[in-house]
């Protein structure tokens, strides 16, 4: 499987950006952990981080990938753009974040909602960098799970109206 990790804006600046917050790890950490993670379960992990919403559609217009792993960063909140690529590329995608923003939203109360989260099928936040471990489990599970296309009535039905 091909997984594409994505991360929003400012998420380049991990361990040095509030590691109170987020932690000491570096992204350049987290995606070799990632893609490590990703391989020992026979997956494939493509990568993409920018600053620009527009960027990262563009990547996820790309069509190149099974499924997505995506901490928007502040796209979170106001991404709708975003939101609709995600809608729009038709595999399974998780939402990862570092810290844990219902606790964050306490204090900021604009981190309160995410415009992305309808569009995800699990979200992942609060575990720090080893969340993205979890997210690409859970993506790979969700996979694993779900019943081959070959195996549903409706595709049965269709093969038999071929014969």
Not at 17 to 38: D, F, K, M, N
Not at 49 to 74: F, K, M, T, W
Not at 124 to 150: E, F, N, R, T
Request: aromatic share 4%.
């Amino acid at each position: 499987m091909r997984i594409l990790l994505l991360n929003g804006p400012n998420l380049g600046r991990l361990g040095s950006r509030q590691p109170e917050i987020y932690g000491s790890t570096t992204l350049a950490e987290i995606v070799a952990a990632a893609r490590a993670h990703a391989e020992a379960r026979g997956s494939t992990l493509l990568e993409l981080q920018s600053n620009h919403e527009g960027d990262l559609i563009d990547r996820l217009e790309q069509r190149d990938y099974d499924g997505v792993v995506i901490n928007p960063g502040a796209l979170t909140h106001y991404g709708y753009a975003l939101f609709e690529a995600l809608v729009g590329c038709d595999v399974p995608v998780i939402e990862i974040h570092l810290s844990d923003l219902e606790k964050r939203a306490e204090r900021e109360p604009w981190r309160r909602k995410s415009v992305v989260r309808p569009a995800v099928i699990a979200t992942v936040m609060g575990k720090g960098w080893q969340g993205y471990l979890d997210a690409i489990d859970l993506l790979l599970d969700h996979v694993d799970d779900a019943p081959s296309a070959a195996a549903t009535p409706d595709a049965a039905r269709a093969g038999e109206a071929a014969t």
